[in-house]
């Protein structure tokens, strides 16, 4: 599966960005999908993941009721809604693609793209 983010850029604390993946390949395989961030110095980290098949959702403690992430299965897409940005959500966000094992652990995911930047000025 190929991954292809786009959506990333420069906001305001407080404001809202949309960011999307769009996927190609072998989609009918995957399981789910999922966005992760990786700040400077820091350790890769989940934000949220959906479940192709029922559009299940689940997010990180630290985005839970400001993201919102969504899937198109005839587009091929996911998107994840940010609102109520703040500097700390600052980071690089990757899409992924993953199987029924696939968790938190971004190590446990099967396909990346090549990320989108996303600051938050305070």
């Known amino acids: 599966v190929q991954l292809v983010e786009s959506g990333g850029g420069v906001v305001q604390a407080g404001g809202s960005l949309r960011l999307s993946c769009a996927a190609s390949?072998?989609?009918?395989?995957?399981?789910?999908m999922g966005w992760f961030r990786q700040a400077p110095g820091k350790e890769r980290e989940f934000v949220a993941r959906?479940?192709?098949?029922?559009?299940?959702?689940s997010y990180s403690d630290s985005v839970k009721g400001r993201f919102t992430i969504s899937r198109d299965n005839a587009k091929n897409t996911v998107d994840l809604q940010m609102n109520s940005l703040k500097p700390e959500d600052t980071a690089v966000y990757y899409c992924?693609?993953?199987?029924?094992?696939?968790?938190?652990?971004?190590?446990?995911?099967?396909?990346w793209g090549q990320g989108t930047q996303v600051t938050v000025s305070s």
């Open positions: 992924a693609a993953g199987g029924p094992t696939s968790s938190t652990r971004y190590r446990s995911w099967d396909s």
């Open positions: 390949g072998r989609i009918l395989t995957t399981y789910i």
């Open positions: 959906i479940r192709r098949s029922d559009g299940s959702t």
